[in-house]
T-cell receptor, first 115, second 113 residues
Framework: EAQVTQNPRYLITVTGKKLTVTCSQN?????MSWYRQDPGLGLRQIYY???????DKGDVPEGYKVSRKEKRNFPLILESPSPNQTSLYFC??????????????FGPGTRLTVL | KQEVTQIPAALSVPEGENLVLNCSFT??????LQWFRQDPGKGLTSLLL?????REQTSGRLNASLDKSSGRSTLYIAASQPGDSATYLC????????????FGKGTMLLVSP
């Protein structure tokens, strides 16, 4: 089954404790992206990657890091989480082939709480 | 900077009604526009994608139109059902090979039996 998976689905942590949220897709997609969703602000892009070893900042990259060492994986790293990073996080992927294949596929989300 | 607005923010209708959700965007230089559905506590599911050169797309009871020059899109849902209850999100893509999506804040739809 074609899918985007994220782990963990729920995480409660404390300020300053480094964490990683994993994202993996099995569709051989070039493009992967991370979004955060907050009430009243909607979905905002954090980072994206056009292919292996090619990453770039989205609209709200501060406090986050990413890496793309393999095509299928795109982990999101919070080196020193703060309470304002409490949010619902989504990973997404798509082909970069144009047309309907630009459709983005989203993971189920990771609900992060930073105390 | 691209801004996407969705009206109304919430909508409640009885089952069987036809309804229209609206999406507007400030920069008409888009590559495509996508409509998504989000169920509570779940991820997003793509419903329809309209290329900038197209005027509309249809899937079952859903029809999405795009007027790029005026910066507007509508999602038409025919014969609504309680299972259609969800938040509907509109997103525009800036360009080919540069797949950043800018999202609206969504319309929360409730279809009552």
């Amino acid at each position: 089954e074609a899918q985007v998976t994220q782990n963990p689905r729920y995480l409660i942590t404390v300020t300053g404790k480094k964490l990683t949220v994993t994202c993996s897709q099995n569709m051989n997609h070039e493009y992967m992206s991370w979004y955060r969703q907050d009430p009243g602000l909607g979905l905002r892009q954090i980072y994206y990657s056009m292919n292996v070893e090619a990453t770039d900042k989205g609209d709200v990259p501060e406090g986050y890091k990413v890496s793309r060492k393999e095509k299928r994986n795109f982990p999101l790293i919070l080196e020193s989480p703060s309470p304002n990073q409490t949010s619902l996080y989504f990973c997404a992927s798509s082909l970069l082939a144009g047309g309907h294949r630009d459709t983005q596929y989203f993971g189920p989300g990771t609900r992060l709480t930073v105390l | 900077k691209q801004e996407v607005t969705q009206i109304p923010a919430a909508l409640s209708v009885p089952e069987g009604e036809n309804l229209v959700l609206n999406c507007s965007f400030t920069d008409s230089a888009i590559y495509n526009l996508q409509w998504f559905r989000q169920d509570p506590g779940k991820g997003l599911t793509s419903l329809l994608l309209i290329q900038s050169s197209q005027r509309e797309q249809t899937s079952g009871r859903l029809n999405a139109s795009l007027d790029k020059s005026s910066g507007r899109s509508t999602l038409y849902i025919a014969a609504s059902q309680p299972g259609d209850s969800a938040t509907y999100l509109c997103a525009v893509q800036r360009g080919s090979g540069y797949s950043t999506l800018t999202f609206g804040k969504g319309t929360m739809l409730l279809v009552s039996p």
